[in-house]
């Protein structure tokens, strides 16, 4: 029973994991999903433990040493962190790779090795296939204007509930295009798989047997056909490059391996299979080919050029003017590659700074800023937070340093060429092949995160074929009787469920705090200050150790403060009202300090913290000398910053400190020559 309900988690968490998200958290996707993992990796944890309790057998985990080695890394580098509340719960708003999540995910991989069998693979594989069609099907009508999402929020089949351009780059339930071709790939890697393990039954089947298997694999060919083309074209309308190169990387990968073990068995005709793999192989070449432009372009460009007569004419479209979320390494602007080049040489800068540990598991949105190189002021993204290295391995790098970046290629590594020495000695066709299937997946995965970085859906994905590999490769073990319910093990059991309940109790806290803050964000400050100060002390009082909950309920502080200046509250005089702006514009004081004491790296609480003493000042004018002693400590945090030093020259501005506020624009001129703020302020302030 305990076995079957760890199959349970798992089927479930291939399933749904891909299609979660909620509106209601301030982050819709990565963090409900985080979520999700955490709640499921406890029930897994508790089912062990009353497995262990009954005197259950448990099979003996591969490559343990390497995997311990890089749990150790995580906590090392997390115990020398330069912020060890973001190293443990990441970064918010990205949420994955905090320790927890490692974890997490570490006690997901030791329970699928543990509670699924090689006969049950099938099932896992199938619920996977559903999940990844079922997150295809969602996003492939976003390509055509409607999204699924806005028929459940708005109840009209259209693309206006969301601020990106989903039309022009779907991403369905993942939050980011590229997020969803990066969880599509081994998806696609694998049907192609079953499809060449149908084709190899059908061949080895006996004269009896033979019409009855082939029927069978007309039908589950069609079903692997319809599902390869959907998930394929969503692909396609990601517009995603790292995920289209990992896809013919993927299929590359997949073929070499398949025929390098298997043509000298002569158990299967390769020639009709080898015609289906050119025809993949051909398809992940166009695939390669068309990155980064329309397959209706491409299709245009050479009719006309081969057959001019068709005179092909793309339809113009006139596309509303939206607002992009997301970075342009992402969305567009700068040449992507550009300013991955700058990004990436500003993470070697960080391992220079911290060799050995990095400086903390999920602390890149920290320790890049100081040693950001200069020349990414140039590029469209100049003022973008980076908080990932969008390189998985220079991630690694900065952040848990030579040790974590070692540990980390040592054990995917050990996956890789363990499975490939034990794959060999497998007797059943299906078994092998699903085994390179799976390897060539885990390739795939690694180069999409080469130009980005892993995020919950994929991290997952991960972790599922590793643990199929685990589970290929080592025999199931033999269930024996579990022990008799006895007082001590029902009372160890009752204690388990305690832990469990208080934990989910915790996980549900956790989650609501960030509801609560998305309302606060939400809301209208002006029209219901109580309201929406009561969500911010709602979200606090749940979750008092999060930052950035406090600088948020800050800001709302500040402006509530200066807005009762333009727009009085009835029945209020004079008097009332100084005192009540005092009293708001030191609670957000408070709460701006209370922040940066808990957070005392991320850059973008002191600029909070300089706003609210700026905005302030028109009560206290010698908080402007407070804001520029803030400025200063922050451009330690983040010297190549010109915000900072433009903010510096507007106070001394404001100050009438005209020899020092030109020094400063001229500094912000030398970090970044084409800041035009600050080169139209210089003149008016030398016109003078």
Not at 366 to 374: A, G, L, T, W
Not at 637 to 646: G, N, Q, S, Y
């Amino acid at each position: 029973m305990i076995n079957n309900l760890g199959l349970l988690v798992y089927g479930q968490l291939v399933l749904l994991l891909p299609l979660i998200f909620s509106i209601q958290t301030n982050e819709a996707f990565e963090f409900n999903k985080l979520v999700y993992i955490y709640g499921s990796a406890l029930f897994v944890l508790f089912l062990l433990f009353v497995k262990k309790v009954m005197g259950g057998t448990f099979k003996k985990m591969p490559l343990l040493i390497p995997f311990l080695a890089f749990i150790l890394s995580q906590i090392l580098s997390t115990i020398f962190s330069i912020e060890r509340h973001t190293s443990i719960f990441g970064y918010y708003s990205r949420f994955n790779g905090g320790l927890l999540s490692v974890f997490a995910f570490s006690v997901l991989l030791y329970g699928l090795v543990q509670f699924v069998q090689k006969k049950q693979l099938p099932i896992l594989l199938g619920l996977y296939f559903f999940g990844a069609v079922l997150s295809a099907g969602y996003a492939f009508p976003e390509h055509f204007g409607a999204s699924p999402s806005c028929k459940l929020l708005m109840n009209e089949w259209s693309v206006k509930c969301w601020v990106q351009d989903v039309q022009n780059r779907v991403f369905g339930t993942m939050g980011q295009p590229n997020w969803l071709a990066a969880y599509l790939l081994p998806a696609l890697i694998l049907l192609a798989a079953e499809g060449v393990s149908l084709v190899g039954a059908a061949q080895t089947a006996s004269a009896d047997t033979k019409k009855k298997v082939q029927y069978a694999g007309f039908l589950s060919g069609g079903g692997i056909l319809a599902a390869f083309c959907l998930i394929l074209a969503v692909l396609f309308f990601t517009k995603s490059r790292s995920g289209l190169v990992g896809l013919a990387a993927g299929m590359a990968v997949y073929t070499v391996l398949l025929f390098l073990f298997e043509i000298r068995r002569k158990q299967i005709q390769w020639k009709r299979v080898l015609l289906a793999f050119l025809v993949f192989t051909i398809l992940s070449g166009a695939v390669l080919f068309t990155a980064g432009r329309s397959t209706f372009d491409v299709i245009s460009q050479t009719a006309q050029r081969y057959l001019p007569f068709l005179h092909l004419q793309q339809q113009e479209q006139t596309a509303p003017e939206v607002k992009l979320a997301g970075t342009q390494l992402e969305t567009g602007g700068t040449e992507s590659g550009e300013i991955r080049k700058i990004v990436w040489r500003g993470a070697i800068n960080v391992w220079k700074r911290y060799p050995l540990f990095g400086s903390g598991v999920e602390t890149f949105g920290y320790s890049y800023y100081r040693d950001r190189p200069i020349e990414h002021n140039l590029v469209s993204e100049w003022d973008f937070l980076y908080n990932k290295a969008h390189n998985e391995i220079l991630n690694y790098l900065a952040t848990t340093g030579l040790f974590g970046l070692g540990a980390y290629l040592v054990f995917h590594t050990s996956v890789l060429l363990w499975s490939l020495r034990k794959l060999r000695k497998l007797d059943d066709f299906a078994g092998r092949n699903l085994g390179y299937a799976a390897v060539a997946s885990i390739l795939s995965l690694h180069l999409a995160h080469f130009f980005g970085f892993s995020t919950v859906a994929t991290q997952w994905t991960l972790i599922l074929l590793i643990g199929v590999l685990f589970i290929l490769n080592i025999p199931d073990h033999i269930d024996t009787k579990l022990k008799s319910l006895s007082l001590e093990r029902l009372l160890f059991i009752a204690l388990a469920v305690f832990v469990l309940y208080v934990s989910g109790q915790y996980l549900t806290t956790y989650w609501k705090a960030d509801v609560f803050f998305s309302q606060a964000k939400r809301s209208n400050l002006l029209q219901t200050p109580e309201e929406t100060l009561q969500s911010y002390q709602d979200a606090i009082t749940s979750n008092p150790n999060e930052a950035t909950y406090h600088d948020g309920y800050a800001a709302a502080l500040q402006e509530l403060t200066l807005a009762y200046s333009q727009n009085k509250p009835e029945g209020v005089d004079e008097k009332q009202l100084k005192e009540m702006q005092t009293k708001l514009g030191n609670q957000a004081l408070e709460e701006s300090l209370r922040s940066i004491t808990i957070n005392p790296r991320q850059i973008n609480f002191y600029k909070t913290r300089v706003s609210i003493l700026t905005k302030l000042s028109s009560f206290d004018p010698t908080m402007l000398d407070s804001a520029l002693d803030v400025l200063q400590h922050t451009r330690v945090l983040a010297p190549t910053d010109p915000k900072l030093v433009f903010q510096t020259a507007l106070i001394y501005e404001a100050q009438m400190k005209y020899d020092e506020s030109i020094k400063a624009f001229e500094e912000a001129l030398r970090l970044k020559p084409n800041y035009q703020q600050a080169i139209d302020e210089l003149n008016k302030i030398t016109a003078r």
